[in-house]
C-alpha cells in the first residue's frame, strides 16, 4: 500500500473564460510530493506555475482534475500552506510585525501566540550570521523572507 501524500496533483485544468472563447492556464500537469519532499517549480513565464502553486493553495478554483493536500481534497484556502508572492505583497503603512501577523488576523489566531511565532519568524528572516549583526539593515528585496 502506497503512503499518503503531502501534496498530489492529478491532471488540474484551469481555464479563464472571455467573451465567447476559454483561455487555458494550465493543463496537463501531475505530480505527487512525498512528506519531507523539498521541491521546486521551473518553467518558462506563462506556463502555469503560479495557477499550479494557487490552486494548491486553494487560492484558485481549478475548473477540472484532482488536487489533495494530506489526502483532503483542495475545496478552499489551506490553512498549512503559504505563498510568497512574486511581487512583495506588504502594506506599506503596516509595520514588519503587522505585515507578518496579516494572516493571523484574518484568520482570527490566538493573538498572543501569534504575535510571539511572528516575532520569531522576522528575527529569523532578519538574522545575518555572514556579517556578524542582527540585520537590522536589511537588503532590498528582504521583505518576502
Known amino acids: 500500500m502506497r503512503a499518503r501524500a503531502a501534496i498530489e496533483i492529478a491532471d488540474p485544468r484551469k481555464t479563464y473564460a472571455i467573451a465567447d472563447c476559454e483561455i487555458p492556464a494550465l493543463d496537463g500537469v501531475s505530480f505527487r510530493i512525498e512528506p519531507g519532499e523539498f521541491v521546486s517549480v521551473l518553467g518558462p513565464s506563462g506556463c502555469g506555475k503560479t495557477t499550479v502553486l494557487r490552486i494548491v493553495a486553494g ?22 500552506i503559504g505563498l510568497v508572492f512574486q511581487v512583495p505583497a506588504l502594506m506599506k503603512w503596516r509595520t514588519a510585525l503587522e505585515n507578518v501577523l496579516l494572516p493571523a488576523e484574518i484568520l482570527g489566531l490566538d493573538r498572543a501566540a501569534s504575535r510571539v511565532r511572528a516575532q520569531e519568524l522576522l528575527e529569523a528572516a532578519t538574522r545575518d550570521p555572514g556579517r556578524g549583526g542582527n540585520g537590522a539593515r536589511r537588503a532590498h528585496g528582504r521583505g518576502k523572507r
Request: no cysteine; hydrophobic share 25%; proline share 9%.
Open 59 to 80: 487560492l484558485t478554483v481549478k475548473t477540472s482534475g484532482s488536487v489533495e493536500v494530506d489526502g483532503v481534497p483542495v475545496t478552499g484556502p489551506q490553512r498549512k
